[in-house]
């Protein structure tokens, strides 16, 4: 469980910062999201001694449209962040509890996007909090995609169901890896997030989506 929520934590985190609710929907921490968009997005992982660490960034641009609330198409433009760490010392890695787990977001950072997949960037202050140790600190996002490989298209629908959290989504999306480049260091400390191996970068155009996290059901 611990590989999807840390794949779908920058994501999350993004939605539920964007994503209009009804009171009901609030209620039952039902998040739903609707509409074209652009996205570049890097994973970036590092394992010393019994200690790993991922960080993870996401830039999405594009257009949301949540009716009966927002019948009409919202531009938006954010970029969000999610690190956690965990020690390996005495626990697998699916059950290990995390020593840090931080996350921000901004809506005004600045991305380039290329519609043909063929790059992007990205540039933008974070601010994070840790959760662990109630730290906030300043992240400076500076990061390059370039595409490689072949575009691919897929339409149609997937979901899956975990201990408290269901997630859903069909559209029409086209998809590119990427590689990436440039930095995420932490300010106050000057640790550089993006020094570490990349485990995952990608780039992509969706169309006519429609994600739904329900979490606590």
């Known amino acids: 469980m611990k590989r999807i929520l840390l794949v779908l934590g920058a994501l999350i985190l993004c939605l539920t910062a964007l994503a209009p609710q009804s009171s009901a929907e609030a209620a039952a921490q039902v998040f ?7 996205i570049a997005s890097a994973t970036f992982s ?36 999610v690190i956690f760490q965990y020690d390996t010392t005495t626990c697998q890695p699916e059950d290990c509890p995390f020593t840090m787990n931080a996350d921000g977001f901004t809506d005004a950072p600045v991305f380039q ?13 974070v601010t994070m909090t840790d959760l662990v140790s109630a ?4 992240l400076e996002v500076d990061l390059s995609w370039i595409g490689i490989g072949e575009t691919r298209h897929h339409a149609g629908s ?12 069909t559209g029409n999306n086209y998809f590119r890896w990427a590689e990436v480049s440039g930095s995420v ?25 429609e994600i739904v996290i329900e979490i606590g059901r």
């Open 158 to 169: 997937f979901g899956f169901r975990e201990s408290g959290i269901i997630f859903r989504t």
């Open 46 to 81: 590092h394992t010393e001694g019994t200690f790993v660490t991922t960080a993870m960034i996401i830039a999405i641009e594009g257009f949301n449209q949540s009716p009966p609330r927002e019948p009409t198409r919202t531009p938006y433009l954010t970029a969000g962040v």
């Open 32 to 38: 739903r999201f609707r509409g074209g968009s652009q």
């Open 135 to 138: 730290r906030s600190f300043p």
């Open 185 to 209: 260091i932490d300010l106050d400390t000057n640790f550089d997030f993006a020094t570490q191996t990349t485990a995952l970068a990608f780039l992509e155009r969706a169309f006519g989506n």
């Open 113 to 125: 996007f290329n519609r043909d997949l063929s790059s992007a960037t990205l540039k933008a202050t």
